[in-house]
């Protein structure tokens, strides 16, 4: 594992309490910070936080709710006092089904979590960071924002949506020391995948020349990159995270 600077640094890590939310978290605190999981499975997130260390903490937190989100942020600053680094790593993929077939109650709430649940974040969070005139945001995006999986016109379009959201705060805040980028990875196996069907996991398996899905570990080591001062020159970004997918 390459070495990180992310010392005496703490970062809000939503959808924290497992996957990719899990392993950025990790790697993060290897990196020498400190991280508070917000998660809709308050008793989930207390365990992976026990998990993680006594650099890590833990709250109960639904991205869709402003008041519970300002609620976090307040919270979390009472605790750790600042907050470096915002990862918005909560999202869910919703059902496989064609447009005509796709619930209505379901697109909805694909996009309240996977877009007003990061907007909310980022709105509540940004404040903070500008005060300090510093800070690193992470989008978690997905290829298939920029291609549109079949039978997955929800998840498609939310992460479609998350790209475009990080350009346009990437380019108000750029005059700041803020910087704002997202990562597109192709699938990576996690529990993610307990929502989706076999054929579809299969069809994005077909899509990626690599033969092999991604890591948690590969999209941690790119994320934990962005949240350091490394990260300096790039803002509004897209990271592509595919196995050879994505060529653009």
Not at 70 to 92: F, Y
Not at 161 to 173: F, M
Request: proline content about 3%.
């Amino acid at each position: 594992m390459n070495q990180l600077d992310f010392r005496g640094r703490h970062a809000v890590v939503t959808g924290g309490a497992s996957g990719l939310g899990y392993g950025i978290a990790q790697r993060l605190i290897a990196s020498g910070g400190s991280v508070t999981l917000w998660d809709r499975d308050e008793t989930a997130a207390a365990q992976a936080a026990r998990d993680l260390g006594p650099q890590a903490a833990a709250l109960g937190v639904d991205v869709t709710r402003q008041a519970a989100v300002a609620e976090a942020v307040q919270s979390t600053l009472a605790r750790a006092g600042r907050i470096d680094a915002l990862v918005n790593s909560a999202g869910i993929t919703g059902p496989n089904a064609t447009v005509w077939d796709y619930p209505a109650d379901a697109w909805r709430e694909v996009m309240e979590v996977n877009v007003t649940g990061l907007f909310l974040c980022c709105r509540e969070v940004v404040p903070h960071m500008r005060e300090r005139g510093d800070g690193r945001i992470v989008n978690i995006a997905s290829v298939a924002g920029k291609e549109g999986n079949p039978n997955a016109s929800a998840y498609s379009a939310s992460k479609a949506a998350v790209i475009a959201l990080t350009k346009s705060l990437g380019k108000e805040l750029a005059a700041t020391g803020i910087r704002v980028n997202c990562v597109a990875p192709a699938a990576v196996k996690t529990a993610i995948f307990d929502q989706m069907t076999p054929g579809h996991i299969g069809f994005m398996l077909s899509k990626i020349p690599m033969g092999r899905f991604g890591t948690v570990e590969e999209v941690a080591a790119l994320v934990g990159w962005l949240c350091t001062d490394e990260c300096s020159f790039s803002t509004g970004a897209v990271f592509d995270l595919s196995g050879g997918r994505s060529t653009y």
